[in-house]
């Protein structure tokens, strides 16, 4: 190998110093000094040595000084570079005395306790430390960081309930508890502290409206202080957030997930699991949005949009049971629809049919009668000319 070495020009300089350099770092990571040949101790680097290594080594690999026998290839590598057990000691390296185990190039066998262990090399200590002890001490930090999560639990769908750290706290009835409202239902969000003011102070000066609202944050932060020591509502650049460690649970999105799940569930005919999404979302709708709340403008829109999905669910839901000839689940779904949307001449039918199909054929002549005055009181129109033929059938009995 050494036959083929030639005087290097200035790219093969570079390339050898560099492969020199990774092999020396190499060495040194693995516990071991590096120690120069020249009187004044420095590290001998340059690229021109690297030819004169690997004649070395070759040479050391079958010197006849050996006693006849061939060194190993850890011992023929440290022979030429002259290198030590590393004492530890940043920018000092020292020549220990090496053991006949060492001298011979031979690596100790470890002990049964660490054979089975992965070690991770410490540098600064020269230590050896099991893999299992650095995930377990991960798992310790990353617990201690999952225990900083505020729990925080919000109905809206209905009366305002809040839950913080199985705590409820006593929150001022004020524009502040409003403010708190509207952050929660937007917490996804940065909300801007103008946006606040003109929501919420629309006819204030702008001095007099931001003073409202810092007012009103200091009295939500005094309240919430009483039931959890971290903070819950933050400010920066100019826009009020919930804050980012706060693990939200949230009525609202809760059903509209469940509303969006059960309809691509139905679509794809998996009646089953419609149904299941649909009966959590019907559960989780104990009233309008912030029904204790009815004169808050911000709502209108979508405690509409909210009430909306709600009776189509309900409907798809009535639809489903009824063709699956399950009449009296059927009606019960279909009461609650009347109950809130009088005027829904097509829920009225679907009652009248279920009656008839139970052979209570009085009822759906009664039901008849009741979507005839709901119409006539509430829009004053006549009955649809389906909704009246369907009428003449139950009282002539025919199957409907």
Request: glycine share 4%; with cysteine; proline share 5%.
């Amino acid at each position: 190998m050494a036959n083929t070495w030639r005087q290097p020009d200035i790219s093969d300089r570079r390339s050898s110093n560099d492969l020199f350099h990774f092999t020396c770092l190499w060495l040194q990571n693995w516990g071991l000094g590096f120690q120069a040949p020249e009187p004044d101790g420095r590290s001998k680097w340059a690229a021109w040595y690297a030819p004169d290594f690997f004649r070395k080594w070759r040479r050391k690999w079958n010197d006849p000084t050996n006693g006849g026998r061939q060194l190993s290839v850890w011992q023929s590598i440290r022979s030429p570079l002259q290198l030590q057990q590393y004492d530890g000691k940043v920018g000092q390296q020292t020549i220990k005395e090496e053991t006949p185990q060492k001298a011979a190039g031979i690596v100790p066998e470890p002990d049964s306790a660490v054979r089975n262990q992965e070690p991770v090399i410490d540098l600064s200590r020269h230590e050896i430390t099991p893999l299992k002890t650095m995930l377990t001490s991960k798992r310790k930090a990353s617990s201690r960081k999952k225990t900083s999560r505020i729990s925080l639990t919000v109905q809206m769908l209905g009366p305002f309930k809040i839950t913080l750290q199985d705590s409820s706290p006593k929150l001022p009835a004020s524009r502040a508890l409003s403010v708190f409202k509207y952050l929660l239902l937007h917490h996804k969000q940065d909300t801007p502290r103008e946006v606040l003011m003109d929501l919420f102070w629309p006819d204030a000066e702008p001095e007099a409206a931001r003073n409202n609202l810092n007012v009103a944050m200091h009295n939500l932060r005094q309240a919430l202080q009483k039931v959890t020591d971290m903070t819950v509502i933050c400010f920066e650049e100019g826009a009020y957030r919930l804050a980012s460690n706060l693990e939200i649970w949230l009525d609202v999105e809760e059903f509209d997930h469940c509303v969006k799940d059960g309809r691509q569930s139905e679509a794809v005919n998996q009646l089953t699991a419609a149904i299941a999404e649909y009966e959590i979302a019907i559960n989780l709708y104990q009233g309008d949005l912030l029904a204790d709340s009815p004169y808050e403008e911000w709502l209108v829109l979508e405690r509409e949009r909210l009430r909306v999905a709600y009776l189509d669910i309900l409907d798809r839901l009535s639809q489903i049971h009824f063709s699956q000839e399950q009449y009296t689940a059927c009606l019960t779904l279909c009461q609650i629809i009347i109950n809130r949307d009088v005027c829904r001449e097509d829920v009225h039918c679907r009652v009248m049919r279920c009656y008839s199909r139970l052979g209570q054929d009085a009822l759906a002549l009664r039901q008849y009668q009741v979507c005839v005055n709901a119409l006539h009181e509430e829009l004053d129109v006549e009955p649809a000319p389906e909704t009246i033929q369907l009428y003449h059938r139950i009282r002539h009995r025919e199957s409907v």
